[in-house]
């Protein structure tokens, strides 16, 4: 897991969300999609240096997707929040086997989990010679959990 500085949102994600009126309210399934959409998720990739917040695959805007860290059913307050937004590898899971990081960590959440923006993330974890993700340390519990709920067991 590689830390993410997050940088300001932008002015027109700013903007787009300060259209709300009688008649719109600014949602994430409006968000996805729009042009909007598309600067948030850009900047979100470029911030990652085109990264999986998780695994650190490489990814575009065509092979991601948004990722809350705190699952957004759960955390209604933070769904359109920049700082709660990730882009995650795969943008939709063809078989089971596909399923891991946001996809597979999915609404689940608690404290335990490690942030990305974590400045001291990274140090949690190591890859071994076969690309796999395993705690830097074998009793760090907080590792061990997250490698859990992100799937890479």
């Not at 990739?45 to 809350?68: N, P, R, V």
């Not at 974590?118 to 974890?125: A, G, I, L, Q, V």
Request: proline share 3%.
């Amino acid at each position: 897991m590689k830390h993410i500085n997050k940088q300001k949102e932008s002015q027109q994600f700013i903007d787009w969300k300060n259209k709300v009126n009688e008649d719109w309210q600014p949602s994430f399934d409006s968000l996805r999609g729009s042009s909007t959409g598309h600067i948030v998720k850009n900047a979100l990739i470029k911030e990652q240096g085109g990264l999986c917040c998780y695994c650190e695959s490489k990814i575009t805007e065509k092979d991601s997707h948004f990722e809350h860290f705190r699952p957004q059913t759960r955390f209604k307050d933070l769904v359109l929040n920049y700082d709660n937004l990730h882009c995650s590898c795969i943008r939709e899971p063809k078989k089971e086997t596909d399923r891991h990081c946001g996809h597979f960590k999915s609404e689940y959440f608690d404290e335990t989990v490690i942030s990305p923006l974590k400045s001291d993330c990274e140090s949690s974890f190591i890859f071994d010679s076969n690309g796999i993700i395993k705690p830097t340390v074998d009793d760090d519990k907080r590792a061990v959990y997250t490698i859990k709920i992100l799937g890479f067991e």
